[in-house]
């Protein structure tokens, strides 16, 4: 792929007047919440695709889950940490990318930055509820035991707050029970 039609993929897929080009190696698309960078190496044979999701510090809980959303999830693209902001990153030797290729990396890009952290909060949330199921099991417990304590510990208030209203807090359990009925074979 030349420069030239990945400048013409850039305006293919946003308005004229989102794409930018600084250099004659870079571009840059600028929407309402989202600021895309695409750079050439050097010796012009790599582009790297850089898209803010959020700060490095917003992130740092979740780095095991960013790792093993590399791993997993991300597919052609990858989470990466640099000046303290946890980036979306697309590297792609330049000779063998089409315009395709581009064009799915943006958008796994873009949608990487519309869920945020929400996709790596699900991954650690589902590992606790697994650890509460593996405890659970230990001590011999049915899953309707562990519901049962957990309806307990919501209504004595050691889970949740007391000024939560009966409807949060029923939705609350509704969301555990959810959980709870499809992770327990799990363990």
């Known amino acids: 792929m030349k420069p030239k039609e990945i400048t ?48 490095a510090r917003e992130a740092q809980p979740f780095l095991e889950q960013l790792l093993e959303a590399n791993f997993d999830l991300t597919q052609e693209v990858r989470y990466g940490f640099h000046q303290e902001v946890l980036w979306g990153v697309y590297q792609h030797n330049l000779a063998s990318l089409t315009s395709e290729d ?40 049915t899953l309707q035991d562990t519901i049962q304590n957990l309806e307990r510990f919501y209504y004595e208030g050691i889970l949740g707050g007391m000024e939560q209203s009966s409807e949060e807090r029923e939705r609350f359990l509704q969301a555990w029970r959810y959980q709870l009925e499809r992770l327990w074979s799990e363990v």
Request: no cysteine.
């Open 102 to 141: 581009l064009e799915e990396a943006i958008a796994r890009l873009l949608s990487l930055k519309e869920k945020k952290l929400d996709e790596v909060f699900n991954l650690l949330i589902e590992k606790q509820i697994l650890q509460i199921i593996s405890a659970a099991k230990l001590q011999g417990q």
């Open 8 to 55: 013409t993929t850039f305006h293919k897929m946003f308005s004229a007047q989102a794409v930018t080009t600084p250099t004659n190696d870079s571009w840059q698309v600028e929407l309402d919440q989202v600021k895309l960078l695409g750079i050439l190496s050097e010796d012009q044979s790599w582009l790297r695709l850089l898209l803010p999701i959020v700060p």
